[in-house]
């Protein structure tokens, strides 16, 4: 049997369902395949049930070191029950994932959507349940899965762990390591740490959270550190323990623990395709060589989207990704011309206490390719003495903004900072708009709020610009008229 559509959208996760909204616009031949479970990655296993698990966190971590220094009593009772939390995350879980699991529901009551793995039999053709689906153009939409080496789980079993389970733990250990700090590792370990987990993180990179600024990540491992044990620059080994356990290497480091929580990132879920038959090939990075501008894959009639490009891998990038390919992917269909949208600025976060946060260019990529001190400046703050970080019990961490040396362009920033989740924001705004340092000292600052930390960068950048890039009067007082 065979049935023909105009698109072909492989995968309803968040990507698929974002290319499916633009599809539906252009043409009601349309197809939706995906082997289930229904849901997103983010609703399901990633940014809403860890969020819900950090926010449980941070109420003991309140009760247990903020309290008594407010004058306020009894904080020191506060108990995590973990299998209480679980539940309430699993609760909190499939309300949000139940929003975009309906959605595709309503495309497979309406004949749109069929569940099973699809596998491309040639360029124009996907085999599912023994049919053969006919497309005129395809969205690979096929999500993620996490990194976990093979040899770990055949010896350990039940006891290696990644986000895709993690939250389905009726109880969790006593103890336990992470293998990854990167932003989903470093936001459980923190979290879990709080809630009275005996945990240590491990990662053979230098850093946390992804930062590449030695300015902000050696304080921010400082932070940490406070908390929970964290190895760096050595990669993990895992044995079985005398008594039964796991025993983690790294470096120097040993330690034994119940069970290990793999967070090595994800790789795009592309094995079970067959793109050969499509004639398309995998690059050295495992995806295929594509367009970010257009999601095309090459001159093909195949467009690419979500975690399964392998670009960005965030939500917001998935739902950019998913609109761009799906509009593309029915204009080819219908025969007429796919268009070029600019991408976004980049922008990170890790929800950690304090919050790390990246935007635009890193400070990695602006040395490698401007120079440090020649062509860009840095702007910084110390939260340690920030005067709302202060009153919220909160100051700690530190601001980087980078901003062109010819004219004070904004270009990027790194953080670890309370509230950077709010502050990147702002900061991807004004980078979109082109601003300059000199256009945000022109805004208005209240007092006293977190931003006036970066009212304080963003003059210690302004302070090394040239004359050429600066206003007169700028730094004192606001525009007139």
Same mark, same amino acid.
């Given at each position: 049997?065979?049935?023909?559509?105009?698109?072909?959208?492989?995968?309803?996760?968040?990507?698929?369902?974002?290319?499916?909204?633009?599809?539906?616009?252009?043409?009601?031949?349309?197809?939706?395949?995906?082997?289930?479970?229904?849901?997103?990655?983010?609703?399901?296993?990633?940014?809403?049930?860890?969020?819900?698990?950090?926010?449980?966190?941070?109420?003991?971590?309140?009760?247990?070191?903020?309290?008594?220094?407010?004058?306020?009593?009894?904080?020191?009772?506060?108990?995590?029950?973990?299998?209480?939390?679980?539940?309430?995350?699993?609760?909190?879980?499939?309300?949000?994932?139940?929003?975009?699991?309906?959605?595709?529901?309503?495309?497979?009551?309406?004949?749109?959507?069929?569940?099973?793995?699809?596998?491309?039999?040639?360029?124009?053709?996907?085999?599912?349940?023994?049919?053969?689906?006919?497309?005129?153009?395809?969205?690979?939409?096929?999500?993620?899965?996490?990194?976990?080496?093979?040899?770990?789980?055949?010896?350990?079993?039940?006891?290696?762990?990644?986000?895709?389970?993690?939250?389905?733990?009726?109880?969790?250990?006593?103890?336990?390591?992470?293998?990854?700090?990167?932003?989903?590792?470093?936001?459980?370990?923190?979290?879990?740490?709080?809630?009275?987990?005996?945990?240590?993180?491990?990662?053979?990179?230098?850093?946390?959270?992804?930062?590449?600024?030695?300015?902000?990540?050696?304080?921010?491992?400082?932070?940490?550190?406070?908390?929970?044990?964290?190895?760096?620059?050595?990669?993990?080994?895992?044995? #079985?323990?005398?008594?039964?356990?796991?025993?983690?290497?790294?470096?120097?480091?040993?330690?034994?623990?119940?069970?290990?929580?793999?967070?090595?990132?994800?790789?795009?879920?592309?094995?079970?395709?067959?793109?050969?038959?499509?004639?398309?090939?995998?690059? #050295?990075?495992?995806?295929?060589?594509?367009?970010?501008?257009?999601?095309?894959?090459?001159?093909?009639?195949?467009?690419?989207?979500?975690?399964?490009?392998?670009?960005?891998?965030?939500?917001?990038?998935?739902?950019?990704?998913?609109?761009?390919?799906?509009?593309?992917?029915?204009?080819?269909?219908?025969? #007429?011309?796919?268009?070029?949208?600019?991408?976004?600025?980049?922008?990170?976060?890790?929800?950690?206490?304090?919050?790390?946060?990246?935007?635009?260019?890193?400070?990695?990529?602006?040395?490698?390719?401007?120079?440090?001190?020649?062509?860009?400046?840095?702007?910084?703050?110390?939260?340690?003495?920030?005067?709302?970080?202060?009153?919220?019990?909160?100051?700690?961490?530190?601001?980087?903004?980078?901003?062109?040396?010819?004219?004070?362009?904004?270009?990027?920033?790194?953080?670890?900072?309370?509230?950077?989740?709010?502050?990147?924001? #702002?900061?991807?705004?004004?980078?979109?708009?082109?601003?300059?340092?000199?256009?945000?000292?022109?805004?208005?600052?209240?007092?006293?709020?977190?931003?006036?930390?970066?009212?304080?960068?963003?003059?210690?950048?302004?302070?090394?610009?040239?004359?050429?890039?600066?206003?007169?009067?700028?730094?004192?007082?606001?525009?007139?008229?």
């Amino acid at each position: 049997m065979t049935r023909k559509v105009d698109v072909c959208i492989l995968g309803a996760g968040s990507a698929g369902l974002y290319a499916t909204g633009q599809v539906a616009r252009k043409t009601k031949d349309f197809l939706v395949i995906d082997p289930g479970p229904l849901g997103t990655t983010c609703a399901r296993v990633g940014c809403m049930p860890s969020k819900v698990l950090i926010q449980a966190a941070e109420y003991v971590h309140q009760a247990h070191h903020a309290f008594a220094r407010a004058g306020i009593t009894g904080g020191e009772q506060v108990k995590a029950d973990i299998p209480a939390v679980l539940a309430h995350v699993r609760k909190m879980r499939d309300g949000f994932a139940s929003g975009p699991a309906g959605k595709a529901e309503k495309l497979e009551s309406h004949g749109k959507l069929i569940r099973g793995a699809a596998r491309f039999v040639d360029a124009n053709a996907v085999e599912v349940n023994g049919e053969r689906v006919e497309a005129k153009a395809f969205v690979i939409a096929t999500g993620s899965k996490p990194v976990v080496p093979a040899a770990w789980v055949e010896k350990f079993g039940e006891r290696i762990l990644t986000t895709e389970n993690l939250f389905e733990q009726e109880d969790l250990p006593e103890s336990m390591a992470i293998i990854g700090m990167g932003v989903i590792g470093l936001e459980m370990g923190q979290a879990l740490s709080r809630l009275g987990i005996d945990i240590v993180g491990v990662d053979m990179a230098d850093t946390v959270g992804g930062l590449t600024d030695d300015g902000v990540s050696y304080p921010a491992t400082g932070i940490f550190r406070e908390e929970f044990p964290i190895w760096l620059g050595a990669a993990a080994a895992l044995e #079985e323990a005398p008594d039964g356990r796991i025993l983690v290497k790294a470096g120097e480091n040993e330690k034994v623990v119940d069970k290990v929580l793999v967070a090595l990132g994800r790789k795009p879920n592309l094995d079970g395709l067959n793109l050969a038959a499509a004639g398309v090939e995998l690059n #050295e990075r495992g995806v295929p060589d594509f367009d970010p501008a257009t999601q095309r894959i090459g001159e093909t009639h195949l467009f690419i989207a979500g975690d399964a490009d392998g670009y960005r891998q965030i939500l917001h990038e998935a739902a950019d990704d998913g609109r761009i390919a799906g509009f593309n992917a029915a204009s080819l269909a219908k025969g #007429e011309d796919i268009r070029r949208f600019r991408r976004k600025v980049p922008l990170a976060i890790v929800f950690s206490d304090p919050n790390i946060a990246m935007v635009g260019e890193t400070f990695a990529h602006l040395d490698a390719t401007l120079g440090e001190d020649e062509g860009f400046v840095v702007g910084e703050r110390d939260f340690s003495t920030q005067a709302r970080a202060r009153v919220m019990q909160a100051n700690r961490g530190v601001l980087h903004i980078y901003a062109r040396m010819e004219d004070g362009k904004l270009l990027g920033a790194e953080m670890c900072m309370p509230r950077a989740e709010h502050i990147a924001h #702002e900061l991807a705004w004004a980078i979109e708009q082109g601003l300059t340092v000199a256009d945000l000292i022109a805004m208005p600052f209240y007092h006293p709020v977190i931003e006036e930390g970066l009212q304080n960068a963003l003059h210690d950048a302004y302070a090394q610009l040239p004359d050429s890039a600066k206003v007169p009067g700028i730094a004192d007082v606001p525009f007139e008229g």
